[in-house]
T-cell receptor, first 114, second 114 residues
Framework: GAGVSQSPSNKVTEKGKDVELRCDPI?????LYWYRQSLGQGLEFLIY????????KSGLPSDRFSAERTGGSVSTLTIQRTQQEDSAVYLC????????????FGPGTRLTVT | AQSVSQHNHHVILSEAASLELGCNYSYGGTVNLFWYVQYPGQHLQLLLKYFSGDPLVKGIKGFEAEFIKSKFSFNLRKPSVQWSDTAEYFCAVKRNTGRRALTFGSGTRLQVQP
């Protein structure tokens, strides 16, 4: 079946511009996660959605970052007034709820801020 | 704060050599443990996972990992590597309370020379 999809695959933007990154989770997965992978570093948790519960935003690095999930499916990560340090690969993952379920990752969006 | 350490950042092996990649975590409670792999140009995918039971878990492609609770470790092993194992390997931990997202190590880049 279809996996997690993300768009765009690559995004180059100028410093100060806003960007939106999209994630389409696997159908039926109610849990959705955003991570960031910076060059030479591991994956850093950003935000987590589970069903209709309030999202866990504890990983967002600043108030320039926000995310929403509409209808319990598609999610959009928005970065306002982008900075060069925002350059990274942004990964989305989804899973069934519950501890025992693994997360499935999308291909990521490579964001470059010039 | 919870952290995951992967001490080997870059490992170079010849084909048929044995592999062991270290992973240690710092969290005193119950955890679920994962190894993910990212082949060049591909998504992150799950290699193996530990939730409970036998601390020696077997994954895909001949990989295995052993959970040693007293050492807070979950090292990845493979008795004989192949050129196709060239990839980046990430250890990840998920607590069974609180945040549901994964905490990742910084990754180990494995290069297998033919």
């Amino acid at each position: 079946g279809a996996g997690v999809s993300q768009s765009p695959s690559n995004k180059v933007t100028e410093k100060g511009k806003d960007v939106e990154l999209r994630c389409d989770p696997i159908s039926g997965h109610t849990a959705l996660y955003w991570y960031r992978q910076s060059l030479g570093q591991g994956l850093e948790f950003l935000i987590y959605f589970q069903g209709n519960s309030a999202p866990d935003k504890s990983g967002l690095p600043s108030d320039r970052f926000s995310a929403e999930r509409t209808g319990g499916s598609v999610s959009t990560l928005t970065i306002q007034r982008t900075q060069q340090e925002d350059s990274a690969v942004y990964l989305c993952a989804s899973s069934f709820p519950g501890q025992q379920y693994e997360q499935y990752f999308g291909p990521g969006t490579r964001l470059t801020v010039t | 704060a919870q952290s995951v350490s992967q001490h080997n950042h870059h490992v170079i092996l010849s084909e048929a050599a044995s592999l062991e990649l270290g992973c240690n975590y710092s969290y005193g409670g119950t955890v679920n443990l994962f190894w993910y792999v990212q082949y060049p140009g591909q998504h992150l995918q799950l290699l193996l996972k530990y939730f409970s039971g036998d601390p020696l878990v077997k994954g895909i492609k001949g990989f295995e990992a052993e959970f040693i609770k007293s050492k807070f470790s979950f090292n990845l092993r493979k008795p004989s590597v192949q050129w196709s194992d060239t990839a980046e390997y990430f250890c990840a931990v998920k607590r069974n309370t609180g945040r549901r997202a994964l905490t990742f190590g910084s990754g180990t880049r494995l290069q297998v020379q033919p």
